[in-house]
């Protein structure tokens, strides 16, 4: 599903801001030395470093539907669920990489949702909130592993998660019966 995610950003980058793919490069690393040491063209790094329930209230309850065939089906509603990613720009200017940085929040700030046609398949009946997020959720510094240290975006993908898929539900109920017996029945007496 993860991966799924990381598919459906790179395409909605690559087509708002836009990145062409012959001149800018989009990675999922970390920012770490040896990875910044060798980015040899302008690249934008999209590094996933935290996951985590979401700050949005979660639902609680469940989905119902009619299979194609008729049968009802139900399944926990999905558990909402926080991606957090650290959006950075690599390039030999300081000014090309804020230009691109700029053009990056005004993307993630115009919307919302991740727009429907980027997702991939499997996560195409998903919505995907995303949203600039606050500063409580700052990458530790400890995760730069001694790359130089830049500014960057917050992103946060939310979405549902599935961990049941569909299930079949029994047949409603149609009638209850309750009998009451006539007769009590009590321990026998104790012999005096």
Do not use: N
């Amino acid at each position: 599903m993860i991966h799924h995610v990381d598919k459906a950003l790179e395409t909605f980058l690559r087509q708002q801001v836009p990145l062409p793919e012959p001149s800018i490069d989009v990675s999922f690393r970390a920012p770490e030395g040896s990875w910044t040491a060798a980015v040899a063209r302008p690249t934008v790094d999209v590094f996933l470093w935290d996951i985590a329930r979401a700050d949005r209230t979660s639902s609680a309850g469940r989905d119902e539907r009619r299979s194609e065939d008729g049968r009802r089906q139900q399944r926990p509603l999905p558990t909402q669920v926080a991606l957090r990613y650290f959006v950075t720009v690599w390039a030999r200017e300081q000014r090309d990489e804020h230009e691109l940085l700029g053009a990056i929040l005004r993307s993630v700030l115009r919307h919302d949702v991740l727009p429907p046609e980027v997702l991939p398949p499997a996560v195409a009946d998903t919505t995907c909130h995303l949203v600039l997020a606050g500063d409580r959720h700052r990458l530790p510094p400890a995760l730069w592993g001694g790359a130089p240290v830049k500014p960057g975006l917050y992103v946060e993908v939310e979405l549902g998660v599935d961990t049941t898929g569909w299930l079949e539900r029994g047949a409603p109920v149609e009638e209850m019966r309750l009998e009451v017996a006539d007769q009590v029945r009590r321990p026998p007496a104790a012999d005096a």
